[in-house]
Antibody, heavy 123, light 107 residues
Framework: QVHLVESGGGVVQPGKSLRLSCAAS????????MHWVRQAPGKGLEWVAY????????DYTDSVKGRFAISRDNSNNMVYLEMSSLTAEDTALYYC????????????????WGQGTRLTVSS | EIVLTQSPATLSLSPGETATLSCRAS??????LAWYQQKPGQAPRLLIY???NRATGISARFSGSGSGTDFTLTISNLEPEDFAVYYC?????????FGGGTKVEFK
């Protein structure tokens, strides 16, 4: 079955950098777009970043553009989120999520989610 | 950015009743709208995609409808495990956006 496991979260100081990882298994990873979605404590869901199945296309929410970079390694079924210039507003639980693939098309809804990795930005 | 407004914020119901949740978009998303369920301490779970298509393994008690700017998630015959927070999400435009959520709680 599909399994997504995030790691790399922790407590970091404002202005620092961190890389999150997501290990995927149970499906043909190279065929699927992948996303990062975050949830601040007690708040709703916010889409953060997306990467096309082959890494050729990426996009970000405005608040992280220029600071975050999404990448993937299809040989090792991994997706990453490199985060820099972190602020308190980045404090959240970060989920890795798979985009739906239907009849060969990618739908940017999320059919599988990991359990998340928590990032706290604090001095 | 497309803003999704969910109402009501909280819905107080009893098991066996029907829940009707609303999601309104600030501009047309055609039918590119999904619904998710999230329970405390758990990741969200996809219920409905493209407005009315149930995801794999989702009970027929969950149904989605609507198009353009107005969408509804209906949960019939509420069961105890249905009490949770529900989010809508659009894929019509970038950035992808979520609604603020509706909490379905025990009355």
């Amino acid at each position: 079955q599909v399994h997504l496991v995030e790691s790399g979260g922790g407590v970091v100081q404002p202005g620092k950098s961190l890389r999150l990882s997501c290990a995927a298994s149970g499906f043909t990873f190279r065929n699927y777009a992948m996303h990062w979605v975050r949830q601040a404590p007690g708040k709703g869901l916010e889409w953060v970043a997306y990467i096309w199945h082959d890494g050729s296309n990426k996009d970000y929410t405005d608040s992280v553009k220029g600071r975050f970079a999404i990448s993937r390694d299809n040989s090792n079924n991994m997706v990453y989120l490199e985060m820099s210039s972190l602020t308190a507003e980045d404090t959240a639980l970060y989920y890795c999520a798979r985009g739906i693939r239907l009849y060969g098309d990618t739908l940017n809804h999320f059919d599988h989610w990991g359990q998340g990795t928590r990032l706290t930005v604090s001095s | 950015e497309i803003v999704l407004t969910q109402s009501p914020a909280t819905l107080s119901l009893s098991p066996g009743e029907t829940a009707t949740l609303s999601c309104r978009a600030s501009q047309s998303v055609t039918n590119y709208l999904a619904w998710y369920q999230q329970k405390p301490g758990q990741a969200p779970r996809l219920l409905i995609y493209d407005a009315s298509n149930r995801a794999t393994g989702i009970s027929a008690r969950f149904s989605g409808s609507g198009s353009g700017t107005d969408f509804t998630l209906t949960i019939s015959n509420l069961e105890p495990e249905d009490f949770a927070v529900y989010y809508c999400q659009q894929r019509r435009n970038w950035p992808l956006t979520f609604g603020g959520g509706t909490k379905v709680e025990f009355k």
